[in-house]
């Protein structure tokens, strides 16, 4: 399995801004798409930013303008930047990676391997 370590989640106001981080671990994430994906408490995954090994980005409609995905293959490492937050958003934040995937699609699929994840949390 294509495990992470993902960090950065916290608790954070309405409008604010948190930057995530996901480490592969155990493997070398040069050659893979690598999504960004949500959890919350009720409901499944669900996609939010994907970005492929060119560096191509998707993300959901719900996050356009707000969130940026980022890669730095030197540090094995993709990032998301969160800017004004929404209650919405809030969620366990996990990644995945994919090869020979659509990123559309693989924003869409659900059934990777979810480790550990990182907490995020928007409330006043």
């Known amino acids: 399995q294509l495990d992470f370590v993902e960090s950065g989640g916290g608790l954070v106001q309405p409008g604010g801004s948190l930057r995530l981080s996901c480490v592969a671990s155990g493997f070398t994430l040069d050659y893979y798409s690598i999504g960004w994906f949500r959890q919350v408490p009720g409901k499944g995954h669900e996609g939010v930013s994907c970005i492929s090994s060119d560096g191509s980005t998707y993300y959901a409609d719900s996050v356009k303008g707000r969130f940026t995905v980022s890669r730095d293959n030197a540090k094995n490492t993709v990032f998301l930047q969160m800017n004004v937050l929404k209650p919405e958003d809030r969620g366990v934040y996990h990644c995945?990676?994919?090869?020979?995937?659509?990123?559309?699609?693989?924003?869409?699929?659900?059934?990777?391997?979810w480790g550990q994840g990182t907490q995020v949390t928007v409330s006043s």
């Open positions: 995945a990676a994919d090869r020979g995937v659509r990123l559309q699609t693989m924003c869409t699929m659900t059934s990777y391997y």
